[in-house]
């Protein structure tokens, strides 16, 4: 995975809403982890100037960025 630690970020939230087991703390849940993969995403635009398109590049085809095991497109 590229970004290991929003992995463990957003599955710790989602656990926690789904924990407290009311509607507003799954929504909450729900927002915070969607908002930390944007902000993966926006994390991915840097490190692609950062390192380089080419280089870069070649990695993201190789590696998923949050999910382990799932093809990569």
């Known amino acids: ?6 992995t463990g970020l957003i599955a710790a939230i989602l656990a926690t809403g789904v924990g407290v087991g009311t509607v507003t703390a799954m929504l909450g849940a729900v927002l915070i982890s969607l908002g930390m993969a944007l902000k993966a995403r ?3 635009g840097f ?7 080419d280089a870069y590049g ?3 085809r190789r590696v998923p960025m949050l999910v382990p095991l799932l093809p990569v497109r």
Do not use: S, W
């Not at 995975?1 to 929003?6: A, D, E, G, K, Q």
């Not at 490190?47 to 398109?53: F, N, P, V």
């Open 1 to 6: 995975m590229r970004h290991p630690i929003y």
């Open 42 to 44: 926006m994390e991915e």
């Open 47 to 53: 490190l692609t100037k950062e390192l380089g398109a």
């Open 58 to 60: 070649r990695y993201c």
